[in-house]
Structures are given as C-alpha cells and as structure tokens.
C-alpha cells in the first residue's frame, strides 16, 4: 500500500500543470526547514499542504504528514500564535484519522508541547508532559528522540515553574540517557549539559554553572563550530551567568561578539539576535551605562514588538528588564509605566501563579513606592 500511495504521489506531481505534491516534493522542504532555511521552508509546505488537500483531501494521510511539517516550520519561524491553533485544530484529526496512540499522533503532541513551551505557558507543558512522558514511553520507547524533546521540555518548565529541584533531577537523567546513547561530546548530549547549567544557574549554583557552560562551550567550538546556533546559545548563556555574578566587563564582550555573528546569521531581526541584545543591555545597566542601556532596550523593544509582537513573552521579558533601566536612570515615571506593562503582559500571557508575573508584579510595588 505505502509503495501504490508514493506512485500515486508521483504520478499527481509530474500530471502537466499540476502542483508538485510527491514525496521529492515533501522531502525536499523538511530538507530546507533542516537547513535552518525556515522561511523557505514555511513557504514550500504551505503550498504543498495546499495542493495536497485540493488533490487527495483535508484528511488523506499524506496531507496530515505535510500540515505536521507546516505547523513545525511555523513554530521555527516563531509564528507561535499560528502554529499552535493550526496544531490544536489538526490534533483531533491525528487521533480520530491515525489513532490515538499511533507514533504520529505522539509525535505531533510531541510538538504541539514544543509549541506551548515556545509560548512560555509552562503550567500547560506540565500537565501536558505528565500525562503524555508515559504514553510515549511505552509506544516509542524511553530513548525515542521526540520522548527525550518531550522530557526536555518538561524538565525547563519544571525549572521556570520554581520547581527546582525536581527540574536538576530531570535534566541530570536526561544527561544520563544522551551520554549512554550517543556519546559525552554528540550534539545532543552537549546542549542537555547546556541546559543543565542554565538550570544550576537558577538555583544561583553561578560557580559551578560557570563552569559546565564553559566546558559546554568548550567542546561545542571543537564539535559544531564556534558560529554553529548551539555555540552561541552557551556563549549567549555564559554571559548572562558572568552578569550574575558580577563580571560585567566579560558579560558585554561576550555578549558583543554573539550580537555581531548572530546579525550575519540568522539575521538582525532573529527572535536570537534580539534575545542577545536584550541581555547586553541589561548588562550595559548592571555597568552604570544606564543611559546606553535604555536606548539600547528602546531599539530592541521596537524590533520585538514588530517581529515577535507586544505580548511574547521575550519581548515582555525586555520590558521588565528596560523598567529597572529607566530606574536607575532617574526617568521613575517612565520606569513605572514599563514595569505596569510588563506586569500587564504577563499576566494576561503566562497567568497570575507563573513565577515572571510574580516577579513583575513586585517589580511595580517597589517602583511605585
């Protein structure tokens, strides 16, 4: 049946003015969207998801197969909002078309959890990951790679929930199962390390995530490439973790170096770049440039509202950052403004118990009294 099905595709995609709708076609966008060349990709599925569904059908197979990969060039993309309502609505389809416990349909909610935990809703991962880590567990097995995304994504939300100690148990299993599985220096193993020290740096463990992040870093450069995405993420991660403890000069260095490379790739306007200049400046105010850092917040803030929107939780991240800027730099009435819309923000976004609105909300009570 599979061989008859990809004829079938072949035949439809080579019919003269036809749009191309065959696994070549199919594979050739994953492909682009494994590139790192997302906008290319976004735009190749949606076009095959369209031809496909006017060929074979909203609910043929072969296009549920192309509106998963849709909705993960969306995500990628970081058109949140609309990956995750296409992923809500194409769920029940999965389940009712493939089954419930089909390994497809695990791995969609594998990434529809991706797409809540892109969002920041971390309460939802949670009782998402409970009940879905042993369902996947028992179906693809405890070593599957969306079962290791899945627990990976439940070990942070863990984390950003406060949860701290359960998350470090969580991470350092994880850790366990990358090394047994692919090695101490594989890619995976590496960026599971990376995020274990992200968590010790919660925990304001600054030392010792110093230095795993450093070692991280270390084998990174040896593995990727000192300009590969996960390099620049633990570059990204060490710097705020020297602003922590104190080492400001090597924080913005840092911080420099990783806003310049990630400005050639993945771009100016990457939620990554933005991400890295939100910590510079908040760096430039840890250094007395309160001045510098409210322009540099000012510029930043602009560009995520217009690329990422005024409600991510990134750019309400910089916005709670910018308001203890504008403090330091004496503009209290501006100050109070921002931390009031950060507030604001959060809790429409993350909920009134999530830790940043907690954080937020503190934030306007010191700076309104």
Request: proline share 2%.
């Amino acid at each position: 049946m599979k061989i008859l099905s990809a004829v079938f595709l072949l035949f439809l995609g080579t019919c003269r003015g036809a749009a191309d709708i065959s696994e070549k076609a199919y594979d050739s966008a994953v492909a682009l969207r494994e590139a790192g060349r997302y906008d290319e990709a976004e735009k190749a599925l949606r076009t095959l998801v369209e031809a496909r569904t006017q060929a074979l059908g909203a609910e043929n197979r072969e296009t549920l197969l192309a509106r998963m990969q849709w909705v993960v060039a969306l995500l990628k993309r970081d058109h949140n909002a609309d990956a995750e309502a296409r992923a809500q609505a194409l769920l029940p389809v999965l389940q009712r078309v493939l089954g419930a416990e089909d390994p497809r349909t695990l791995q969609y909610r594998g990434i529809l959890v991706y797409a809540m935990w892109q969002a920041r809703r971390k309460a939802e991962v949670e009782k998402e990951c409970l009940s879905l880590i042993p369902v996947m567990t028992r179906v693809l097995g405890p070593d599957d790679d969306m079962t290791l995304v899945v627990r990976g994504a439940y070990a942070d939300a863990l984390g950003d929930l406060g949860k701290l100690d359960e998350a470090e148990r969580e991470h350092r299993v994880l850790l366990d199962i990358y090394e047994r599985l692919q090695g101490a220096r594989a890619k995976e193993t590496l960026m599971a390390r990376h995020n274990l020290a992200v968590l010790l740096a919660q925990k304001e463990k600054l030392a010792e995530a110093e230095a795993l992040l450093r070692g991280v870093l270390a084998d990174q450069v040896r593995v990727v490439g000192a300009e590969h995405k996960d390099s620049l993420e633990s570059r990204n991660s060490l710097a705020v973790v020297l602003n922590a403890e104190g080492k400001y000069e090597e924080a913005e260095k840092e911080l420099a170096s990783v806003i310049a490379i990630r400005s050639r790739v993945p771009g100016p306007d990457d939620a990554s770049t933005l991400r890295s200049r939100s910590a510079r400046a908040d760096v430039l105010n840890s250094l007395g440039r309160t001045q510098a850092a409210v322009q540099e917040f000012q510029s930043v803030l602009a560009a995520m509202e217009r690329v990422l929107g005024a409600e991510h939780p990134v750019t309400l991240s910089a916005r709670y950052l910018m308001a203890w800027s504008l403090a330091n730099n004496r503009q209290m009435p501006e100050a109070r403004t921002c931390a009031q819309r950060a507030y604001e923000g959060r809790l429409k976004v993350l909920g009134k118990e999530h830790p940043d609105t907690e954080k937020s909300r503190e934030q306007v009570t010191r700076l309104t009294n």
